[in-house]
């Protein structure tokens, strides 16, 4: 099974509208980080925002936060106001076991290609 | 306060050939993660380095091999060039300990002909 699904391989968003990119996850473990990254054209990827699964409030950083439903294992991104600037590809990743520091890797979802529209 | 920093940017090799990828680590971190990312894929965990010792491996052949100096730089080998090699080749950096968040260089473009 995926780890991690990004079930929007692209997505359009009007100028200073809010956007939501899904994330979907699966693991067994208690302890575990979720990360959502920004990759530009460039190539080089950006990190945006880190939700710890045993954080009980939603992170928050500028005009990005995260929705996290531990529940339904889900962790969206919200975009607040797009600019121009913020299309990019979208990638949502998990590290697992962070309490123990057994698991080192990011796992990736496949992406989800965001346009921002004038 | 100087990112990861990636060389070359841009490398065309031939099949069965070797390549050499370097990464710089950003100031004060201590852990360097190599990862493979083809076009259209997120990308894919090849190798940590920690301490100068590979601290985790994923699914990626003896081919891929690596190496972590004193200063905490890192560099990517990879031995008899694949056509299937032809990616974008992810170095990033972190601190050891805690959620240990990875921050991303700009990446090398690998081309095997």
């Known amino acids: 099974a995926q780890k991690i699904t990004q079930t929007q391989p692209g997505m359009f968003v009007q100028e200073k509208e809010a956007v939501t990119l899904d994330c979907t996850y699966d693991t067994s473990d208690q302890s575990y980080g979720l990360f959502w990254y920004k990759q530009p054209s460039s190539g080089e990827m950006i990190f945006l925002i880190y939700q710890g699964s045993y954080d009980e409030q939603n992170a928050t950083e500028g005009r990005y936060s995260l929705n996290f439903q531990k529940a339904r294992k889900s962790a969206n991104l919200v975009i607040s106001a797009s600019q121009l600037g913020d299309s990019a590809m979208y990638f949502c990743?998990?590290?697992?076991?962070?309490?123990?520091?057994?698991?080192?890797?990011?796992?990736f979802g496949s992406g989800t290609q965001l346009t921002v529209l004038p | 306060d100087a990112g990861v920093t990636q060389s070359p940017t841009h490398l065309i090799k031939t099949r069965g050939q070797q390549v050499t990828l370097r990464c710089s680590p950003k100031?004060?971190?201590?852990?360097v993660s190599w990862y493979q990312q083809a076009l259209g894929q997120g990308p894919q965990f090849i190798f940590q380095y920690y301490e100068e010792e590979e601290r985790q491996r994923g699914n990626f052949p003896d081919r891929f091999s690596g190496h972590q100096f004193p200063n905490y730089s890192s560099e990517l080998n990879v031995n008899a060039l694949l056509l299937g090699d032809s990616a974008l080749y992810l170095c990033?950096?972190?601190?050891?300990?805690?959620?240990?968040?990875?921050?991303f260089g700009p990446g090398t473009r690998l081309l095997v002909l």
């Open positions: 990743a998990m590290r697992e076991s962070i309490s123990s520091g057994s698991a080192r890797q990011l796992t």
């Open positions: 990033a950096s972190s601190i050891a300990g805690g959620r240990e968040t990875q921050y």
């Open positions: 100031s004060g971190h201590d852990t």
